[in-house]
């Protein structure tokens, strides 16, 4: 869980996952234009791989190459436990 | 100074032409045989007959096919077209088989879409929306 955390603690990575949310299935130029004219952040293209690199290494982006071309695709799987250790216990919802 | 030529480069001049022309709706400028099967092969805007001219260049070089393979996977494109709307051009063009790898979107002050021209290249279509 702890890479989920480090990669969801930077801004960026965020952005990418709202902009996959937006639509999924997206190449490295459509990501990295989204973040640019979108939200105006201007990492380099190399940056953006290498936050795209934390949230796959983190379960949280799936990669996948369709001919020749590769798409990037937010997997919000790794999320779940998050809900379950703090967020899903019945009858604890509150302080009593 | 001014543009008057860009380029580019196309895996096959024959299936290039075609596509620009039938399938993107440019307009044949020059088409001339250079020796070695190449031609100096160029299609301009309907809309901008005298305007500047693109040449669709075949890829000899042995370094172009990484680079545009490289670009491709990418999602790439290095050569935008202006279109006054690109959600009805992503339509037609849909519509004759064109395969889209950035469907239109909403960039703020720009609309843009990404298609594969066939002939190993990725084309930016753009309209302004202020």
């Known amino acids: 869980m702890g890479d989920v955390f480090k990669a969801l603690a930077d801004p960026t990575r965020r952005t990418i996952l709202d902009e996959l949310t937006d639509r999924d299935g997206q190449t490295l130029f459509e990501i990295c234009a989204r973040l640019t004219n979108k939200h105006g952040l201007g990492s380099s293209r190399q940056a953006v791989s290498q936050h795209l690199d934390v949230l796959e290494a983190a379960g949280l982006v799936k990669t996948r190459r369709d001919g020749r071309y590769k798409f990037h695709y937010i997997d919000t799987e790794p999320l779940e436990p998050i809900v379950e250790r703090w967020l899903n216990k019945p009858g604890k919802r509150g302080p009593t | ?130």
């Open chain 2, 1 to 130: 100074m001014r543009i008057n030529l860009t380029n580019v480069l196309v895996d096959d001049q024959e299936k290039a032409r075609r596509f620009y022309t039938e399938v993107l709706g440019f307009v044949p400028k020059h088409d001339v045989p250079l020796g070695g099967g190449a031609r100096w092969l160029t299609v301009v805007s309907p809309q901008d007959p005298d305007g500047t001219e693109l040449l669709l260049e075949p890829t000899g070089h042995p370094a172009a096919k990484p680079y545009k393979d490289a670009l491709v996977a990418d999602g790439i494109p290095y050569t935008s077209f202006a279109v006054d709307d690109v959600k009805a051009e992503y339509v037609r063009l849909r519509e004759l088989g064109v395969r889209f790898t950035q469907e239109p979107t909403d960039m703020g002050t720009v609309v843009t879409a990404v298609f594969d021209d066939t002939c190993g290249n990725l084309i930016q279509i753009a309209h302004q929306t202020s």
